[in-house]
């Protein structure tokens, strides 16, 4: 009877602990599957890019995977700065707008010249309770880069705000810096009518 209860509990004890053991990992894929949601369907669209599938005049497909997986109203912010607070609505929109067809150009522009696109998902990183960072390898016909996206919750989903290069070449930076002088001389309605240009083929 003892050996009996024994096993009995024993039993129990172990089938609890696979239990907890397959909850935690299923979370903890679950939670990183959300995560990696929108980073995924940019890799995705950056491969269709790179096999030809989207092409020049099917740019808007881009544009709406980019407003899906970044904050583009966070970089904004920290792109123009204390410029921000004074535009109106109309004129934030109107930057969004063009800085989200911007970013769809380059990616294509970039991507189209590559033959054969991998990406491989690293480590993502809690970032102050805050963000997350999320690292990628990215091969490239063959050449390896290192990917970091800083991703915060907007919305009920994770955005990236960031890119950097190599760990330390942030994209929202360098932006920030080539649009430093235009928006100095000319506004950020000069810096819309510029980047306009900057995104035709």
């Known amino acids: 009877m003892k050996i009996f209860l024994s096993n009995f509990f024993y039993n129990i004890f172990l089938t609890c602990l696979i239990t907890s053991i397959f909850i935690v990992f299923y979370s903890e894929t679950k939670s990183e599957s959300t995560v990696l949601a929108g980073v995924n369907e940019l890799h995705e669209s950056l491969i269709k890019i790179s096999d030809k599938t989207i092409k020049s005049n099917n740019l ?9 997986s970044y904050d583009l109203e966070k970089m904004g912010k920290i792109i123009i700065g204390i410029d921000w607070k004074q535009m109106d609505t109309k004129t934030r929109k109107e930057f969004i707008n063009v800085f989200k067809r911007f970013i769809s150009v380059n990616y294509f522009r970039r991507f189209n010249k590559i033959n054969k696109l991998d990406f491989e998902h690293q480590t993502i990183t809690d970032i102050e309770d805050k963000f997350k960072l999320a690292r990628v390898i990215l091969t490239a016909d ?14 009920e989903k994770w955005k990236i705000f960031d890119v950097l290069l190599d760990g330390s070449i942030s994209e929202v930076a360098t932006k920030k810096s080539d649009f430093k002088k235009i ?11 510029n980047l306009r240009i900057r995104n035709q083929f």
């Open 183 to 193: 928006i100095k001389d000319e506004g950020v309605s000069g810096l819309v009518k």
């Open 60 to 68: 808007a497909m881009i544009d709406d995977v980019v407003k899906n």
């Open 142 to 155: 063959n050449e390896k880069f290192k990917i970091d996206y800083l991703l915060g919750f907007k919305n």
